[in-house]
């Protein structure tokens, strides 16, 4: 790390290149420590830092005009014993120098490393202990290679370490260069590494110290939590960010500081609608259910739809419009849109529905709108909706990522299926993000989830090339963070992202009594010329699978949309039998028919 | 012989310029006021949406006029449709409808969700001319 380096040239004779000198920018809330530093053993104030950093600079100036003067024992005997005085250390140091011509020192500051290229100076490639140095942390992060690659266990208790580091270097050949990779000898215990590695070692490390949550071990978790901190602002884009997320995430579970469940909807309203503009998941669920919808609505007069995710309805402004200009002209439009309670008390739900209904003017489309403010879905009942009869009014019902949350509360999505049933919709349109987020075992969920959010951050970065720091992507990353915040963190009824995958959800649908729809080419089609107009939409892939549409990023599908229909209900076939048995019974011995035997009954009610 | 002016015969003028592509007409805007004028009229732009499509059915032109016109839903959602497309291609109904259906989108969020709300004024960008979910539409695919 680049932060080792510095000080390691401080001591070093070899120390030829501009030492460059990374200054903390705001002081940590570590009681004032600069927290880099502190993991590392050395306890800087980081109000001291400019000072330090100047110091350090003024010695590698002096060490390198004074060199010839026999300093170099500077560079193999120094043993720095008191971490508290980083300062002062340095300070002694230089006044053992003849130092009285006054440096040029320009503290240089470089920008935040992440942005540096690759050519670091920093630690060795995995070997824990190298030859020619020891160094000892706080707690023996080596464990991190060995548990996260060799799972073989050892991540017992840390044995006590010398609470600051003991460096020891080979004294380079004066006036060699050490920043360049290419003339690096083996004899030199410098050695490259790169952002790459540093991934590498900052995935492993994330799935260590979920592992060490998921033992228990709560103390080698803390370090690790922290180790991943130092990582992460080593790398870029995509990867900086969701490591970043993740250990928040991790933290606040080893801290049991729960995040607030003051999710006010109007704040997580607004913050899908960032996510709706910066990528096309939501608009591809939006439009492959719409287009579900109308299917299941063609030759209808009236229409009604129940909707359990309104939020701002942005879904139904595409379907009010295929509606207005289908052939044959338009049905008369209901709305009916279930939302949360809001905390200032605002009917957003009907200011949503008023909207709507401007639009509907608009374009000339009959409309009437319904609100229903409830906590959870599970809460709602078929008869409060208000569904007509099957012969007045053709009913869809479409759910955008809210059906997982049911599966917090036992029963609750039995409640919801029932319900839907009870209301009799021709079509239920379903969109669902494709993942198991909601396995029992805690480092499943959390490796499950780590690839899928991977896999999200990176197209966003790639599609968000032309504008990464609008402000579409920054709420849509606090989105997604927000749901990794609650799948890794929380538990319990608060635990409400609990995703699952199209399978699952399929076995759910099917005990609960309704059959799939096939989505069409037309919904392909049209799903795909969507994606094609996104920028960077080459990353995107639409799939249909078994009648369902998936959209995902290159290879891992992420949200996956499904339709389904009511089973024939079994009340009508035993209905069918005995009206058979009536229509016999009716026509008496007269009929030419043989009346229904014993076996032909229990026959035709087995075929039934 | 009477000189021919052009401008005194416009109805000779409009199909001479129907038959332009929009960068065309866009120029041609700039001639004169009359021109200017002339290319403003919608049912050139209309022309441009529907001019490789069977006539589109009725109605369309009532919903299309009141989400804001056909110079519009070209600018925002045909031309950068038709861009991303491979260029002499047919332009199929599917892709209409499409656009049709992200024109509304748009609207509705212009009017009816832009003004209101805390994500107001700073979403719309650079672009005036878009909202801000399809100025996905409008930048150039630097694939």
Not at chain 1, 228 to 242: C, E, F, H, N, T
Request: charged share 20%.
């Amino acid at each position: 790390m680049k932060r080792e380096r510095d000080r390691r040239k401080a001591e070093t004779a070899a120390a030829t290149g501009k030492l460059k000198i990374w200054e903390e920018g705001q002081p940590q809330a570590d009681a004032g420590m600069d927290e880099l530093f502190a993991v590392l053993g050395y306890k800087v104030k980081s109000s001291d830092m400019a000072v330090v950093a100047n110091k350090l600079e003024q010695l590698e100036m002096a060490m390198v005009t004074t060199m010839e003067d026999g300093i170099s024992h500077l560079s193999t005997d120094t043993i720095h014993y008191n971490p508290s005085d980083l300062s002062g250390w340095v300070e002694s140091l230089l006044t053992e120098l003849s130092s009285t011509s006054s440096f040029d020192v320009i503290p240089q500051q470089i920008g935040v490393p992440g942005e540096s290229s690759s050519n670091l100076i920093s630690f060795s490639d995995d070997k824990p202990i190298h030859q020619n140095r020891k160094v000892i942390y706080d707690y023996d992060l080596r464990a991190i290679p060995g548990a996260a690659i060799c799972r073989s266990g050892n991540e017992d208790e840390n044995p006590n370490h010398e609470p600051y580091s003991v460096i020891k270097r080979h004294r380079s050949s004066p006036g060699s260069e050490f920043l360049d990779n290419a003339s690096l000898a083996a004899a030199r215990p410098a050695v490259l590494v790169d952002s790459q590695e540093t991934g590498v070692r900052l995935v492993h490390s994330l799935m260590a110290c979920a592992e060490a949550v998921q033992r228990d071990n709560m103390k080698l978790a803390d370090a690790l939590v922290k180790y991943v901190g130092i990582l992460a602002v080593s790398q870029v884009g995509a990867m900086r960010k969701v490591a970043t997320y993740f250990a928040e995430a991790l933290a606040r579970r080893i801290y049991k500081i729960y995040p607030q469940d003051s999710l006010e909807s109007s704040y997580s309203d607004v913050l899908q609608i960032h996510f709706y503009e910066s990528c096309p998941y939501l608009k591809f669920a939006h439009f492959t259910a719409n287009q579900a919808i109308l299917e299941a609505f063609a030759g209808a007069n009236r229409v009604h739809v129940i909707d359990f995710s309104l939020k701002q309805g942005m879904q139904w402004p595409a379907l009010m419009q295929a509606l207005a200009l289908r052939p044959g002209g338009p049905p008369e439009f209901r709305l009916t849109g279930v939302g949360p309670p809001q905390p200032d008390n605002t009917d957003a739900l009907q200011q949503v529905g008023w909207k709507l209904a401007q639009l509907a003017e608009t374009i000339g489309l009959e409309f009437k709108f319904r609100g229903f403010v409830a906590n959870s879905l599970a809460d709602l009942d078929a008869s409060m909706l208000d569904v007509k009869s099957n012969n007045l009014e053709v009913v869809a019902v479409n759910s955008v990522f809210e059906l997982h949350r049911l599966l917090a509360r036992p029963g609750g999505i039995d409640k919801v299926l029932n319900s839907i049933k009870a209301m009799n919709p021709k079509i239920v349109s379903i969109v669902e993000q494709e993942a198991n987020h909601n396995g029992n075992v805690f480092l499943d969920r959390f490796n499950e989830s780590l690839h899928y959010y991977s896999t999200i951050f990176d197209s966003l970065e790639s599609s968000g090339s032309t504008q990464p720091n609008s402000e579409d992507f920054v709420m849509t990353e606090v989105y997604l963070g927000r749901q990794i915040c609650n799948v890794v963190a929380c538990e319990g009824p608060d635990r409400i992202e609990r995703h699952e995958t199209l399978s699952q959800w399929r076995g759910r649908m099917n005990s609960a009594g309704f059959d799939p729809v096939h989505l069409g080419s037309n919904a392909f089609k049209q799903a795909s010329m969507l994606l094609a107009l996104f920028a960077g939409g080459d990353g995107y892939r639409v799939e249909e699978n078994d009648g369902s549409l998936m959209l995902g990023w290159h290879t891992r599908p992420l949200i996956a949309t499904s339709a389904w229909q009511l089973k024939p209900r079994r009340v009508d076939r035993v209905d069918w039998v005995s009206q058979l048995q009536l229509s016999h019974d009716f026509l008496g011995e007269s009929n030419p028919l043989k009346p229904l035997t014993a076996t032909t009954k229990s026959a035709i009610s087995e075929l039934v | 012989m009477a000189k021919f002016c052009i401008n005194d015969n416009v109805d000779v003028l409009i199909e001479v310029l129907k038959r332009l592509d929009d960068r065309s007409l866009g120029v041609a805007a700039c001639v004169c006021k009359t021109w200017c004028s002339l290319t403003r009229n919608d049912s050139f732009w209309e022309h441009m949406c529907f001019r490789q499509l069977s006539p589109p059915p009725e109605g369309v032109r009532a919903v299309v006029v009141a989400l804001g016109g056909y110079r519009r839903l070209y600018i925002c959602c045909v031309k950068p449709v038709r861009e991303v497309r491979e260029f002499n291609r047919v332009w199929t109904r599917h892709e209409m409808e499409l656009s049709l259906s992200l024109f509304c989108v748009d609207y509705y969020e212009r009017v009816l969700l832009g003004g209101g709300g805390g994500s107001g004024g700073g979403r719309l960008g650079s672009d005036s001319a878009a909202s801000a979910s399809l100025m996905l539409l409008c930048k150039a695919v630097n694939v």
